[in-house]
């Protein structure tokens, strides 16, 4: 069965660094989003892509994180300079032409 | 209260019986979704309602959604240690996002 990969498990950066997150979403999907979760908190939103661009953002995307399609099938979130609160696990999903969402299993970020 | 309040926070049973879970949310939804998570890791997505639907069976999972109450319960049938887990419930309000909410922890004892 299809599913969605991430890339590293863990991951641990200095504070004021950058660091890349990736995610392969299932093949045929065109919705993708990442979504995060501070330890013992609910999961939440951050941005939604379609069709090459930001769908929608959460308030919490500001403008030190990006996201990228590079290619056909790899999906990213770039933090640029890191803070201690963006410790947390990041969820990235995709979506095909139902509503279901389909969850990678996360990768976890340690800034230290 | 925010939109995909669960209730109870934490809910232990014996393996066996029958776990309900509730949901409540605030705004007007197309669908809602429920997730389980285990400890650490990451979410499986468990069932799809509709907001034309009422009731939706998968398995041993039942749900159920009132949408004039703004409200939803998951059951679990015939518990098992396996069903350990969080469980989130999740609206889709318009199809860019999902809004989560602070999940029930259940915990099935032998």
């Known amino acids: 069965e299809p599913e969605v990969t991430q890339t590293p498990s863990h991951q641990v950066t200095q504070m004021g660094q950058e660091v890349i997150l990736r995610c392969v979403p299932i093949?045929?999907?065109?919705?993708f989003y990442w979504y995060r979760q501070i330890l013992g908190q609910k999961v939440e939103f951050l941005v939604s892509?379609?069709?090459?661009?930001?769908?929608?953002k959460s308030e919490i995307f500001d403008d030190q994180f990006s996201v990228e399609r590079p290619d056909g099938s790899n999906f990213t979130l770039k933090i640029r300079s890191t803070k201690l609160e963006d410790s947390a696990m990041y969820f990235c999903?995709?979506?095909?032409?139902?509503?279901?969402?389909?969850f990678g299993p996360g990768t976890r970020l340690t800034v230290l | 209260s925010q939109q995909g309040e669960e209730d109870p926070q934490a809910l232990s049973i014996q393996e066996g019986e029958n776990a309900t879970m509730n949901c409540s949310y605030k705004?007007?939804?197309?669908?809602l979704q429920w997730y389980r998570q285990n400890s650490g890791r990451g979410l499986v997505h468990l069932i799809l309602?509709?907001?034309?639907?009422r009731e939706k069976h998968s398995g041993r999972l039942r749900v159920t959604l009132d949408t004039s109450k703004k409200s939803s319960s998951l059951l679990i049938t015939a518990s098992r240690a396996a069903d350990t887990a969080s469980y989130f419930c999740?609206?889709?309000?318009?199809?860019?996002?999902?809004?989560f909410g602070q999940g029930t922890r259940l915990t099935i004892n032998p």
């Open positions: 999903a995709s979506r095909g032409t139902v509503n279901e969402q389909f």
């Open positions: 093949s045929n999907h065109l919705y």
């Open positions: 892509f379609y069709n090459n661009e930001i769908s929608e």
């Open positions: 705004t007007s939804i197309n669908n």
């Open positions: 309602i509709r907001s034309n639907e």
């Open positions: 999740a609206t889709d309000v318009v199809a860019q996002k999902l809004v």
